[in-house]
């Protein structure tokens, strides 16, 4: 067996296959679905993303030239630009989230703390910031932040200990970092880190009349 198609296929191997289906049929992911499923989606997208493939012609191109295994690594039999790229724009995003969540919950329960952090506490302590992503603006025009510039910003709740993202998630570029805090689950007990940028009273008293430890 090709060494390259044994180890994706392996690495395809620990996600949980039901716990997708689940989440596909929460959202009818593969209804009317002939060929490319949602899981074919998915390994090609994870193909791409290990194989720190910038664009959607040179994922294809690549998976191309793994044809006579396609099958074997998931990733079905009509892998083209277009219904790749259609799948990407029609299927609901949730169902890769909430897929994505799940993992990450997982991850959590079997990480250990890094060797270089140590705090004499037993709750969980979480780290939230946004960082801007420049894109083009002839292309993400959708995306906006300035005039002259698209971008997006990418809010992200990281467990401090164990250096893992747990929350995620993406907005325009121009809406002010301090609204990400109106998306967030808080745990309660959990300590939460916000830098200045959050300084926001109002949000801050609900938080504490929660019981969320600040």
Request: hydrophobic share 40%; charged share 20%; proline share 1%.
């Amino acid at each position: 067996m090709d060494k390259g198609k044994f180890i994706f296929a392996q690495y395809m191997s620990f996600l949980p296959n039901r716990i997708f289906d689940t989440c596909i049929k929460r959202y009818t992911g593969n209804a009317y679905v002939k060929h490319f499923s949602c899981w074919n989606q998915l390994s090609c997208l994870l193909f791409g993303q290990l194989g720190n493939i910038e664009s959607l012609s040179g994922l294809v191109l690549c998976i191309r030239s793994h044809a006579s295994k396609s099958y074997h690594m998931g990733f079905g039999k009509s892998v083209s630009t277009n219904n790749l790229a259609k799948a990407n724009e029609k299927r609901d995003w949730r169902i890769f989230a909430d897929f994505a969540y799940v993992m990450i919950a997982q991850a959590q329960k079997i990480c250990k703390p890094t060797t270089d952090f140590k705090l004499d506490i037993e709750a969980n302590i979480y780290a939230f910031d946004a960082s801007i992503i420049d894109l083009c603006l002839n292309v993400f025009w959708w995306a906006t932040y300035k005039k002259t510039k698209a971008a997006i910003k990418l809010h992200t709740l990281i467990d401090v200990a164990k250096n893992i993202p747990i929350f995620i998630h993406i907005t325009e570029g121009a809406l002010h970092d301090v609204h990400g805090m109106d998306i967030l689950n808080y745990e309660s007990g959990s300590y939460y880190v916000f830098d200045r940028g959050y300084v926001d009273f109002k949000r801050l008293m609900y938080c504490i009349k929660k019981k969320h430890f600040l």
